[in-house]
Every structure is written in C-alpha cells, then in structure tokens.
C-alpha cells in the first residue's frame, strides 16, 4: 500500500521522501550533501525497498519499470528523481512537550522541553553599529528589547507575488505596501511578535521574525537565509511559542 511519503531511517536521521506535487508546503526539504547517502541506507532493508519500489509505481509524469529493476537501480532512480526536483527528502522532527525560542543578539535557539538546543541559527536584531544592549531603546535602529514575547502561530505571513513586486520600489526609496523592501529586506517569511507582561518595549512595536538578503532590521530578529528552516519547523510545531530575550 503507497502513502504519501516513505519513511527512510538513516546514520544522519530519520526522513520523509515525498513526491514533489505531495510536499507539504510548511516542510523543510532536506536537499543536503547526503541525500545520496540516506537513500543507500535503505539497501538490505525488505520493507523500505518495497516502499520505494511502490512510490516509483505511483510517481507523476514519470514511468518506470520497476517490476524488472534490482534493489540497486530502484535506489539510483530515486536518487535520479531527487536530484531533478521530482522527489524531496523531509527531515523529521519529534516534539515533545513545550518548545521555546531564545535570541541572544548573534543566535536564534529552539529549545526542547528539557532545556536542550533542538535548533540553532544565525540572526540580529537591529540596524548595524546599534545592535547592543544599550540602544534598545532606539526606535527604528536598537535591537529588539529584552523580555518575553509571544509568537503566533495566527501571525505567520508568506510573501505573495503582489507583496513582493510592490515592495521592490523601496530600492528606490519608496516605501509601499505591507512588505516595504519585498524580500531583499524582509525574505519570504515572517511571523509577528507581541511582548508579554512585564516586558519593557520603550514604546516600540511592530516587530517580527524575519529574513532578507542582508542582515540588519529596525528591531526585527533578522534571519536572513535561515528563515526557511526556521519558518517551516514552526509551522511543523503547530503550536505558539515564547521567545525570551536577553543580549550578551
């Protein structure tokens, strides 16, 4: 029986292989160095070859023989459907309990419910030469202030085409639409902050998790290229998260 995905164990994970028209949108596609090596893995398993046989059967747009091929050319045809865009590996995630989200200036880390790192990227907070703790005050350059803030999943935003067109007028200088600067300044993704009780905005606001082509914001922890990954484990989570911030 073929289902939408099939499961891959391997030294470097465990994984989802998904035809690409089946690929969730929320998922990050794993399209690493080691695909080669955690499709082999599935070599002298019974049950993982006769699911790839099963996905190459129900695979669009594309037939094989496969009744005819021996377990190493089954394996080199997903590999060859990898490699083309035709199938994706989805790294798997297990989440238990409460995650939550930490920035300290230089670092954006997802932690379990034990306190460990289940995650960690790169980011800033703040225009550059006013990303330290004594300019959080600073509307429109400082960092993001200290404290506990909230974020939504109800507060998640992808970029639409429109957006994005409208927003490429700020290399000219002109502000417009919702996405100003489209995705050299704000990437594809973002998802709206909001401060809990006791945290101290100076009167700020308006904040987000976001990406763009280089780093730096008005007080948005900025993510540059990582905030796909970050973005779709998000969404995977399901769930709101705090976000505890304290600079170095």
Known sequence: MFFDSVRIDSDFGDFYLYEWSKLPPYLFVEQSLFADNIIQG????????????????????????FSQMNDHQVLDAIIHLVKNGKAFLVKKRTFLVK?????DGKRLRWIDCVGSNKACWPAVSGRPDYQGKKCQ???????????????????????ALKDAVV?????????????????????????????????NTFGRKGFSIHGGWQAGSAG?????????????????????????????
């Open 42 to 65: 599935c070599l002298g398993d019974y049950i993982s070859m006769m699911n790839l046989r099963s996905f190459l059967s129900h695979t669009s747009d594309i037939q094989f023989n």
């Open 99 to 103: 995650q939550s989200l930490q920035f």
């Open 137 to 159: 005050q600073l509307h429109d350059y400082g960092p993001l202030p200290e404290g506990n803030w909230l974020v939504k999943q109800m507060e998640y935003q992808k970029i």
């Open 167 to 199: 927003g490429m007028t700020g290399v000219l200088g002109i502000k417009r639409g919702g996405w100003p600067g489209g995705v050299m300044a704000w990437g594809a993704h973002r998802v709206w902050l909001h401060p809990k009780e006791g945290t």
């Open 220 to 248: 948005c922890i900025d993510m540059t290229s990582c905030i796909g990954e970050f973005i779709s484990m998000f969404l995977e989570y399901g769930k709101d998260m705090e976000l505890y911030v304290e600079y170095q």
